[in-house]
């Protein structure tokens, strides 16, 4: 049997045990296991041949390539340069109306740009591209030294690393592969990591992602083969094939809407409280109710109004999985969402989850006037969400008012499923491992 190892380096990859991803493909090929010697897994539930070992030394280097790699592909990609500027400025939109109703504002941008530049004081001088070359000359005389470390006990027919960010450990062991003429496929386990977070710093030999616009910005951003790409959904997704999600039908005159949170700042509780008083003044009291679901990975909003109470207005926090910062996919989640009548969501991946589950959906775009990051400003600014918004661009709305025209349209349509095709942005027709399992034997 072909020898498949696969790494695991950060606690996200738990996953791939949890799901029974690990067990599938060790019927097919010799699995040993990698792993961090550091990292938490139960390895209890692993039957496979473990080895942990220290793989931090160097990782330094890798941080301030990832650092030059953002300024010197800043404009690769839209994202970057936005996601740059947000670094070096801030998520803080400076208006004479904003100073006004926030003083503060000046000051917690000019402490933002302090900070870190004091945590990053080599990417402003990676502006300069003599110093960039400097810097390459001096990182390749220690990669040298962090490489050799690693050692000769890794001998196999393929490494799989899967990576749900831009992370240095996983550059690393790429290049300690390539180096030793070992092979690599990066599984990327999300959507935005090839167009958003920053430049592939090292390039795997395969690599795996969700859907076909992600396959379309990999081959248009690096030099890979198409032949070597493979489309294949994501691993938590596994889940909707196995449970038999069952939407009921509500024959009660009361609705049920859910809003799905965004991560990075975003005055929801603004929306919230605007969607929650008017849905109350149309619909009449006791005619709806509101469940708030916070992003799992909610990050800290610099301004946001207080989420005013209101009997229709309930929050249901997500339960998160060992990884702490995805949604648990379980019975308890796909009940949740059963007898919903409406999904609000920004744009997330927990979007595509209820198209996946045919739940009638409208996307919240709008922005707060405060944040660079609001769900309308990411609309317009990622790469990954520029697919998104070509593929269902009628269902997005603008503004607040935009919004709640499109919830009255939805409901006076009920049952009427998602009405849109995201395929093209997910692969949703095989499971993850199989996909997998059918694509290594394909190339070994």
Known sequence: MKKVWIYFHRDFTSTWVDTGILEEISKHFNVTVLTSENLKLDYSK?????????????????????????VENRYMSKSFTFRLNRFFFGNLVVTRENL??????????????????????????????????????????????????????LQFDLLIIPSSGIEPKVFKMIDFCAKNQLKTLLAVENWDNLTSKSMLISLPNYLSVMGEHCKRHALSMYKLNSEDILINGLPRFDKFYEYKFN??????????????????????YQLINFLVKNLEAQLGPNSF????RP??????????????????????????????????????????????????????????????????????????????????????????LLDLKQTI????????????????????????????????????????????????????
């Open 46 to 70: 692993i039957q496979n041949n473990v080895i942990k070992f220290n793989d931090s030394r160097g990782i330094w280097v890798y941080e301030k390539l990832i650092e030059l790699k953002q």
């Open 100 to 153: 006004i109703e926030h003083p503060t504002i000046l000051i917690k941008k000019l402490s933002h740009m302090i900070n870190y530049i004091k945590s990053h004081k080599l990417q402003p001088l990676f502006y300069f591209s003599l110093i960039r070359k400097i810097f390459i000359l001096i990182s390749n005389f220690y990669l040298k030294k962090y490489l050799a470390h690693i050692g000769s006990v």
């Open 247 to 268: 939407k009921t039908n509500n024959n009660s005159n009361k609705k049920i809407i859910m809003y799905l949170g965004f991560s990075v700042p975003h005055n929801e």
């Open 289 to 292: 109710s509101f469940i708030y």
């Open 295 to 384: 992003h799992p990975a909610r990050q800290k909003r610099f301004f946001e109004d207080t989420l005013q109470d209101n009997p229709h207005l309930s929050i249901n926090n997500p339960t998160v999985s060992s990884s702490n910062y995805l949604p648990e996919i379980g019975e308890r989640y796909f009940r949740e969402l059963e007898d919903v009548d409406l999904v609000i969501a920004t744009p997330t991946t927990m979007a595509l989850e209820a198209i996946m589950l045919n739940i009638p959906f409208v996307i919240d775009g709008t922005n707060d006037g405060i944040h660079k990051t609001t769900a309308g400003c990411s609309l317009s600014n990622y790469t990954h």
């Open 393 to 444: 661009n009628k269902w997005i709305a603008s503004d607040m008012e935009d919004l709640l025209n499109l919830i009255f349209k939805r409901l006076a349509t009920p049952n009427s499923g998602s009405l849109v095709d995201i395929t093209k942005i997910i692969n949703i027709e095989n499971i993850y491992s199989k996909g997998l399992v059918d694509f290594i034997k394909q190339k070994l």
